[in-house]
């Protein structure tokens, strides 16, 4: 009772620590507040799911707002997973790894179904964040809060 407790005080935490967020996308705060999930799915099969506030301060959801969160997934020695947008806006992605731990990095990049882009709303510059080291072993099933630092701005060009 008492983990669920503390997992429950985390996560509070984070959606709070969400309302710092630079939900405009201009890099002035440089953080991002995300909770993650991990799920097993199978043999060496796992799904990644999170929770932001991108857009949420101007009134977007997920599918409309301007921006997305895109997710990379690295084993020791590969690629293993990632979402990138270039389809339906999604918050979850699947990977699959016989490695124990994994390092996910985080990007704020343009949503190109965006209603924003028809209205001539210049797109900004990617936004990389420092990757976190998830354990797939012992951080199945139960949602982990992170406050991201901004590691570098990417043109868009060499991001997409």
Known sequence: MTTRISILCIALTALISCHSVDHKNTGNEGQLGIIVEVMPEGDSSYSINWKDTVGQGE???LTNRPSEVWCFIMDQGDTVGYYKGLSAPADYTYFSTTDTTVKVTFMIGP?????????GVPREAV????????????????????VLTERQKLPLTSAL
Do not use: A
Not at 111 to 119: G, L, P
Not at 141 to 146: A, E, Q, S, T
């Open 127 to 146: 936004i990389e964040f420092n990757p976190v080291d998830l354990n797939l072993k012992s951080g199945l099933r139960r949602p982990v809060g992170f």
């Open 59 to 61: 009134g977007y959801n």
């Open 111 to 119: 949503n190109i179904f965006s209603e924003q882009r028809d209205k």
